[in-house]
């Protein structure tokens, strides 16, 4: 069985930043310090993976990424009393149709933010989802 993005989990990541709920990126420095940032730009993006839009070049995100590719992601919304906790590996997105992709799919604030398309595109293949009634992890052979 692989790790499929449930319906409620796809819909409200979809429409986290419409909700005022936009989720947080987790990783690593290569000095072993934190990078946290809110994305209004997280997108599901396939069965199992998010996406995010990454304004700047150079981005303490984008060289987390680069020394350490495993990060987090998290949705909170507790009026909804839902909560997910995303873990997975991100690579930046070289081929140009999924980059216009990830950038159509996401907020038309975050768009207007980035009109000439100068940002990267990430991509997050999800190993686990836990959470508000949510507990999947891909299996080693998928």
Do not use: C
């Not at 350490?68 to 140009?96: C, H």
């Not at 999924?98 to 997050?124: F, M």
């Amino acid at each position: 069985m692989s790790l499929v993005i449930p319906d409620e989990v796809r819909e409200r990541v979809n429409e986290a930043l419409n909700e005022g709920f936009p989720l947080a990126f987790h990783a690593v420095s290569a000095d072993s310090q934190p990078i946290v940032s809110f994305r209004g730009s997280a997108q599901t993006h396939g069965d199992d993976s998010l996406a995010i839009w990454v304004r700047s070049d150079p981005s303490a995100t984008l060289e987390a990424i680069a020394q350490n590719p495993s990060v987090a992601m998290t949705y909170t919304n507790m009026p909804a009393r839902k909560f997910w906790i995303f873990r997975g590996q991100a690579s930046l997105v070289t081929d140009e149709a999924q980059r216009n992709q990830i950038w159509e799919g996401q907020h038309p604030l975050e768009q207007s933010r980035d009109e000439q398309r100068t940002g990267k595109a990430v991509v997050v293949r999800l190993d686990s989802i836990q959470g508000s009634g949510v507990d999947l992890r891909r299996e080693s052979t998928d």
